[in-house]
């Protein structure tokens, strides 16, 4: 009984632990979080608009870790990323605040080193592939035809890349299993 007591509070102080230590990793830098806190008490004077329920990011990061594997969360958190260095870089511009220009850059500096230390790849040019795709105009009965002609092979290639994902599924499941049983 003292033996598995003494068991349950070591994997509490573990989890504890680890859990501050997750948080210290995950946490914003204290003088990004000021500049951060600064911007918003010039931006927000109104709350209300905050809270229609219809949040920008929150929603994507929300569905993040549940519906996509790593890669995906790692492109995605770029995009994120992305489209954060947009905002900013307009509200930059629009400013006439030299202090807000300043804290603007700043935010947007810290955001460019957490996006190349932690989310580095190909996000531009897959963000330039997709835009390309969302551009196509669906109601053109050229694209139209041309889609209906080159589907057969697009189908073939999607079923190729599902059949790959799913090989490499079943090796990694078979790779644990006999992890398991050694």
């Known amino acids: 009984m003292i033996a ?12 504890l632990t680890s859990g501050w230590m997750t948080y ?7 003088n990004l979080d000021k500049s ?35 890669p995906e969360q790692n492109l995605l958190m770029s995009i994120i990323m992305d489209t954060y ?7 930059e511009t629009d400013s006439l605040d030299e202090a807000t220009k300043e804290r603007l850059t700043h935010v947007q500096e810290h955001l460019k ?6 989310f580095p790849g190909k996000s531009a040019e897959l963000k ?3 835009e390309t795709l969302w551009a196509i105009k669906e109601d053109d009965p050229v694209v139209q ?19 790959l994902k799913n090989k490499e599924r079943r090796r990694r499941q078979a790779k644990i299993t006999k992890k398991l049983k050694s």
Not at 49 to 60: G, I, K, S
Request: hydrophobic share 40%; glycine share 2%.
């Open 128 to 130: 330039t592939y997709a």
């Open 36 to 70: 951060i806190d600064e911007l918003k008490a010039y931006y927000i004077k109104d709350n209300h608009e905050l809270h229609n329920a219809h949040p920008v990011f929150l929603r994507v990061l929300k569905d993040l870790k549940v519906n996509l594997e790593e």
């Open 113 to 118: 080193k957490l996006k190349e230390n932690y």
């Open 85 to 91: 260095s947009r905002i900013f870089t307009r509200m």
């Open 4 to 15: 598995q007591n003494r068991m349950t509070f070591f994997w509490g102080v573990c989890l």
């Open 24 to 30: 210290g990793e995950a946490s914003v830098p204290e």
């Open 145 to 163: 035809r041309k889609a209906l002609f080159e589907l057969k092979r697009v189908y073939r290639e999607a079923t190729q890349l599902r059949n």
